[in-house]
C-alpha cells in the first residue's frame, strides 16, 4: 500500500511543481501534499485514495491538431495569441474535439510539407457548436511553446510510437496522445 502512495505522490508532486502559479487545478494537490506530510496523518490508505481520486478529475489529457502551413500555421497560432479550431469536418475528430478540457494540451503538427510536430498548444475553452455548421463543434487554443521539430520520419522511426494514432488513422486530424507518447515526443524535440 505504502509504494502506491509513494507513486501517486511523485506524480502529484511532479503535476504541481509545473503548474502556473494560479493554476486552479494544482490547488487540490497543494492541498493534498500539505495534508499528506504532516505529522499528524497517519492513514496512508486514506491518503492514497483521496489523491488518486483527485489526481484522475483533474489528469490532463494530450492531443495532436493537425493543419496545413497554407492554412493555418504554427506562426500564425502565435502571431494571433490563439485561434478557434474550427472547420474539422470528421466524426472521429468531432468525437476528440468534444472530449477535450480547458487546460489540455496538445501538439501542433504541421502536415503536408515537411510534417513534424513543431509546437504545443492549449485548449483554452471547450467544446461549442461550429459557427460555420452547427453539428460541428470548434475549441479554442492558445500557443504555449514551441519545439525542435520532431518528423513524421523519426517518429515513424521510433518503435515506442508505432500505435500512435498519428501513425494509426494517418488521415485524422484531431486525434488523442497517450502520456508516454507524449513524454517521448518531447524527448525527441529537446534532443
Excluded: C
Excluded at 468525437?95 to 501538439?107: P, Q
Aim: a negative charge; charged letters at 30%; hydrophobic letters at 40%.
Amino acid at each position: 500500500m505504502r509504494s502506491i502512495y509513494v507513486e501517486i505522490n511523485a506524480v502529484q508532486r511532479k503535476f504541481v511543481e509545473s503548474s502556473h502559479p494560479g493554476d486552479e487545478r494544482a490547488e487540490p494537490f497543494r492541498l493534498s501534499l500539505e495534508w499528506l506530510h504532516s505529522p499528524w496523518n497517519t492513514h496512508f490508505a486514506e491518503a492514497e485514495s483521496t489523491t488518486k481520486r483527485a489526481f484522475e478529475e483533474i489528469r490532463m489529457a494530450r492531443w495532436l491538431l493537425k493543419s496545413e502551413p497554407t492554412s493555418y500555421s504554427w506562426d500564425d497560432l502565435v502571431r494571433d495569441g490563439g485561434t478557434e479550431w474550427d472547420g474539422v469536418r470528421n466524426p472521429t475528430a468531432r468525437i476528440n474535439l468534444r472530449a477535450m478540457k480547458t487546460g489540455d494540451e496538445a501538439f501542433f503538427y504541421r502536415s503536408v510539407q515537411e510534417p513534424a510536430i513543431v509546437g504545443i498548444a492549449r485548449i483554452t475553452r471547450e467544446a461549442q457548436p461550429d459557427a460555420k455548421d452547427p453539428n460541428w463543434v470548434s475549441v479554442r487554443v492558445e500557443p504555449v511553446r514551441e519545439l525542435t521539430p520532431v518528423s513524421l520520419k523519426s517518429i515513424k522511426s521510433e518503435p515506442k510510437l508505432a500505435a500512435m494514432e498519428l501513425l494509426r488513422q494517418s488521415r485524422l486530424s484531431v486525434a488523442p496522445v497517450r502520456e508516454e507518447e507524449w513524454e517521448l515526443i518531447i524527448a525527441m524535440a529537446n534532443a
